[in-house]
């Protein structure tokens, strides 16, 4: 399974931006991790199969929407009120499994290659 993420850029402070990640097969849970240059990458948010369940790291939360598309077979995230802190490269993820919205990296089998979202203040 391939996964091709697009969406991101560069906005203010304050902004919003849309990620979204487009599979080429089928996934169950999927998410969204980040990554700046020198540091680990971190979880963001995840969603299961059904989307009855989303998870999101606490500096997130409220201002980032996960969302999935089965018909197009898309993740989406939707990033409002954008703060410089959230700059980096944004990772979508997907398994073959289904954990319930994991949080955990190493859960993740298939990884697109990325999209930088840039957030100046």
């Known amino acids: 399974v391939q996964l091709q993420a697009s969406g991101g850029g560069s906005v203010q402070a304050g902004d919003s931006l849309t990620l979204s990640c487009a599979a080429s097969?089928?996934?169950?849970?999927m998410g969204w991790f980040r990554q700046v240059p020198g540091k680990d990458r971190e979880f963001v948010s995840s969603i299961n199969w059904g989307a009855q369940r989303q998870s999101y790291t606490d500096s997130v939360k409220d201002r980032f929407t996960i969302s999935r598309d089965h018909v197009k077979n898309t993740i989406t995230l939707q990033m409002d009120n954008l703060k410089p802190e959230d700059t980096a490269r944004y990772y979508c993820?997907?398994?073959?499994?289904?954990?319930?919205?994991?949080?955990?990296?190493?859960?993740?089998?298939?990884w697109g290659r990325g999209t930088l979202v840039t957030v100046s203040s």
């Open positions: 993820a997907g398994t073959r499994w289904s954990f319930g919205a994991p949080s955990r990296e190493d859960v993740y089998e298939y």
């Open positions: 097969g089928r996934t169950f849970d």
